[in-house]
């Protein structure tokens, strides 16, 4: 029995291993300037801790078909060594991964977006998002509480009878962008936590009652994408999701001018 066990954890070591060399399940392609850091950083994580794990099921497996042949165990009381060598590795691989990644994550959080991005307000609720563009003039309107509405469709509390700045903004439905130009959203939550989730941009960030927090990207491929909440937001969850559309500077241009005339 301890030899069908080690062996069936030598297999599954085996073709997980596979698995992942294959890239079996992947991610879909990168379409942001930030995605390459990265899956770099993702590679080198999987890189060093699949080589942890596939040491420790070969040590496991051994140990099991060695038990099998020194009869009755023994009582030990632990290896002090062993432990502090255990921990020192733990502790200089997380280090060392951390230090790795550091620059990756400064720039898509401690580093502020351009001064040239685009910025889109993007509100999360149960179970939707809305996004928000300033309009010509620039400048978001003020948002009112009082006036948040879903039946008239006011999702973002506006008065453009008394704030001219919210007389030209325009909300959509749909995450309209264009091509290598900077983003800068800034995500808000109506309601409960939700989150904000692109696997082409790779980019996965919560959105938190209370806060506005910014993400900026930059979009290199056009097409039509998905935006999904991967927080267990209620019992809609399920339908929460939004398109993407990544299109070139003309045509975002006429598509903005599209939903301008709609509102």
């Known amino acids: 029995m301890a030899r069908v066990l080690s062996f069936t954890i030598v297999l599954g070591t085996a073709v997980t291993v596979i698995l992942f060399w294959r890239r079996v399940w992947w991610f879909p392609p990168n379409i942001s300037t930030q995605g390459a850091g990265v899956d770099r950083e993702f590679g080198l994580t999987l890189l060093v801790t699949g080589i942890l794990f596939v040491a420790a099921q070969l040590i496991l497996a051994y140990c099991i078909g060695r038990g099998r042949k020194s009869g009755r165990a023994a009582y030990n009381t632990g290896n002090l060594r062993m432990e502090v060598a255990r921990a020192v590795l733990a502790a200089a691989t997380f280090i060392g991964l951390a230090l790795s990644s550091y620059r990756t994550w400064a720039r898509m959080y401690f580093i502020g977006a351009p001064r040239n991005a685009l910025r889109i307000q993007v509100e999360a609720e149960q179970f939707a998002y809305w996004f928000r563009y300033p309009g010509p003039d620039g400048v978001f309107g003020p948002m009112h509480l009082r006036l948040v509405n879903d039946a008239t469709g006011n999702y973002f509390g506006l008065d453009p009878t008394r704030d001219p700045a919210s007389r030209d903004d325009i909300v959509t439905?749909?995450?309209?962008?264009?091509?290598?130009?900077?983003?800068?959203?800034?995500?808000?939550?109506?309601?409960?936590?939700?989150?904000?989730?692109?696997?082409?941009?790779?980019?996965?960030?919560?959105?938190?009652?209370?806060?506005?927090?910014?993400?900026?990207?930059?979009?290199?491929?056009?097409?039509?994408?998905?935006?999904?909440?991967?927080?267990?937001?209620?019992?809609?969850?399920?339908?929460?999701?939004a398109p993407l559309k990544v299109m070139k500077e003309p045509n975002f241009k006429k598509w903005l001018a599209k939903q301008a005339a709609e509102q």
């Open 173 to 241: 439905a749909t995450l309209g962008i264009p091509e290598n130009r900077p983003i800068e959203l800034l995500l808000m939550s109506r309601d409960v936590i939700h989150s904000f989730y692109v696997p082409q941009l790779r980019i996965q960030q919560d959105i938190v009652p209370g806060m506005v927090i910014p993400i900026h990207f930059t979009a290199t491929r056009t097409g039509d994408y998905e935006i999904v909440c991967t927080q267990l937001c209620g019992l809609g969850h399920y339908a929460m999701r």
